[in-house]
């Protein structure tokens, strides 16, 4: 969806199983590594960049998605569910979508439930071996013990400030659904700037709409490493996993982008 702005990416044949998985898995371990990074960078004990502050979190989040979509390129760059899921809608509104954008003649690949399951399965598989690659990175700073040992979490995964499922759910819906409305209406544009678009608005929901909840708009962002906080080892300690929150991300971004795509469809914006 997101590579689909950059038509010369296109690949000239549809991937297979196999490729659509690695593509979807590599691109998506990147977001994570480099994304996950950036918050140990920023929240960890004995880190150089400790306190490096929101803007530092903002950014990196984003150059983490350019970095993997320009990875994930034979896929169209999902990197995300709610990514996948929207494509989903559109296709069943327009059968002529594909997942990666191409027409199915020129090497699209089609929306089928087997395709949509391997691309969501990669997601989070990636999803969680980016998490553990960050982890091993930053394990000495994992091992100190911290005042706030929930620092350590907010590294993987995401949590509202102010707790209440209903609105950090309309928080997690509205962030998601500016990505997906923003990537269905840009690709026309004459610079075909792509990925690094989509990167800057990333940066920019997080500056605008990520305080309440951490922006995760993004379902495998947040559960598969949060996963892998649960399960990997911490000698300093750590807090619990927060699993009494872990649906929102997954609830709120999907919400989200089924409105983008309907609302885009609508009013006739899409590219």
């Known amino acids: 969806m997101i590579v689909s702005m950059l038509p010369h990416l296109a690949a000239a044949t549809p991937p297979g199983g196999s490729e659509i998985f690695f593509s979807e898995f590599f691109g998506t371990a990147?977001?994570?590594?480099?994304?996950?990074?950036?918050?140990?960078?920023?929240n960890l004990l004995k880190s150089k960049g400790m306190g490096g502050g929101w803007l530092m979190i903002n950014f990196g989040w984003g150059l983490a998605v350019y970095m993997g979509v320009y990875a994930a390129w034979k896929t169209g760059g999902h990197l995300n569910p709610a990514v996948t899921i929207a494509k989903a809608v559109w296709h069943a509104i327009n059968p002529d979508v594909t997942l990666n954008g191409p027409a199915l003649a020129e090497g699209g690949i089609p929306v089928t439930a087997g395709n949509i399951a391997i691309y969501c399965i990669a997601q989070f598989a990636g999803a969680f071996v980016g998490a553990v690659i960050a982890w091993a990175c930053y394990k000495l700073q994992f091992d100190q013990k911290m005042d706030d040992p929930r620092m350590k979490l907010y590294c993987f995964a995401t949590a509202p400030e102010v707790k209440s499922g209903p609105w950090n759910v309309v928080t997690e819906a509205?962030?998601?659904?500016?990505?997906?409305?923003?990537?269905?209406?840009?690709?026309?544009?004459?610079?075909?700037?792509?990925?690094?678009?989509?990167?800057?608005?990333?940066?920019?929901?997080?500056?605008?709409?990520?305080?309440?909840?951490?922006?995760?708009?993004?379902?495998?962002?947040?559960l598969a490493p949060r996963v892998a906080y649960a399960i990997l080892p911490m000698k300093g300690g750590k807090s619990d996993a927060q699993w009494s929150y872990a649906w929102v991300p997954i609830v709120g971004p999907i919400i989200g982008a089924v409105l983008a795509v309907l609302a885009v469809l609508a009013v006739g914006m899409a590219v």
């Open 30 to 42: 990147i977001l994570i590594m480099f994304g996950a990074g950036t918050c140990a960078t920023n």
């Open 174 to 222: 509205i962030g998601t659904f500016a990505l997906i409305a923003f990537v269905m209406v840009s690709g026309g544009t004459p610079t075909q700037v792509g990925p690094l678009a989509v990167a800057l608005c990333i940066v920019v929901i997080g500056i605008a709409l990520g305080g309440p909840t951490g922006y995760a708009i993004n379902p495998a962002r947040d």
